[in-house]
T-cell receptor, first 113, second 113 residues
Framework: DTAVSQTPKYLVTQMGNDKSIKCEQNLGHDTMYWYKQDSKKFLKIMFSYNNKELIINETVPNRFSPKSPDKAHLNLHINSLELGDSAVYFC????????????FGPGTRLTVL | DAKTTQPPSMDCAEGRAANLPCNHSTISGNEYVYWYRQIHSQGPQYIIHGLKNNETNEMASLIITEDRKSSTLILPHATLRDTAVYYCIVRVVTSGANSKLTFGKGITLSVRP
């Protein structure tokens, strides 16, 4: 079974549209994250949630709204998509504790035309 | 979190050991050294972490100098599937309130046949 899964794997859409990316983890972790990897391959944290509570919000535009219906899910909704939103988005999860190792999903490649 | 410095790239022959260096001269006493890797088009994958003692697991060994200002990730018998970008990350492991990973540029390891 896949530990951290994301859907869809690819997403191609027009500017101005609203889209969502879903993430689920079956590891029983209490913390989930969204990272963005841009065209230059830099990976940056966007958000983290712990037990459905927002912990980190790294100055991401408010067009991006994470939603955590339960500990196992953290979805990313993006309003009014812009060209600069094109990137690969990775979801990750971890369990708070000594190691706090993060496990990443396979990524969602978003292309905004 | 302390900053890390890695060479941009290196290569090694298949079957030989790959030694990936990382400098973290400003590391503080409560910061761990983590290594992740990202194989092309996949999500980052945790490899190993340590505080001050050398560590070994099924994937790699981590050697941390006595002054903790640098470390080396060792892949004992590199295979073609180890070709990836390897990230050395230094971070405080807290109770999870702010447990983001700050990725640098990493080092691109190319394993040649």
């Amino acid at each position: 079974d896949t530990a951290v899964s994301q859907t869809p794997k690819y997403l191609v859409t027009q500017m101005g549209n609203d889209k969502s990316i879903k993430c689920e983890q079956n590891l029983g972790h209490d913390t989930m994250y969204w990272y963005k990897q841009d065209s230059k391959k830099f990976l940056k944290i966007m958000f983290s949630y712990n037990n459905k509570e927002l912990i980190i919000n790294e100055t991401v535009p408010n067009r991006f709204s994470p939603k955590s219906p339960d500990k196992a899910h953290l979805n990313l909704h993006i309003n009014s998509l812009e060209l600069g939103d094109s990137a690969v988005y990775f979801c990750a999860s971890s369990q708070r504790g000594a190691a706090d190792t993060q496990y990443f999903g396979p990524g969602t490649r978003l292309t905004v035309l | 979190d302390a900053k890390t410095t890695q060479p941009p790239s290196m290569d090694c022959a298949e079957g030989r050991a790959a030694n990936l260096p990382c400098n973290h001269s400003t590391i503080s006493g409560n910061e761990y050294v983590y290594w992740y890797r990202q194989i092309h088009s996949q999500g980052p994958q945790y490899i190993i972490h340590g505080l001050k003692n050398n560590e070994t697991n099924e994937m790699a060994s981590l050697i941390i100098t006595e002054d903790r200002k640098s470390s080396t990730l060792i892949l004992p018998h590199a295979t073609l599937r180890d070709t990836a970008v390897y990230y050395c990350i230094v971070r405080v492991v807290t109770s999870g309130a702010n447990s983001k990973l700050t990725f640098g540029k990493g080092i691109t390891l190319s394993v040649r046949p």
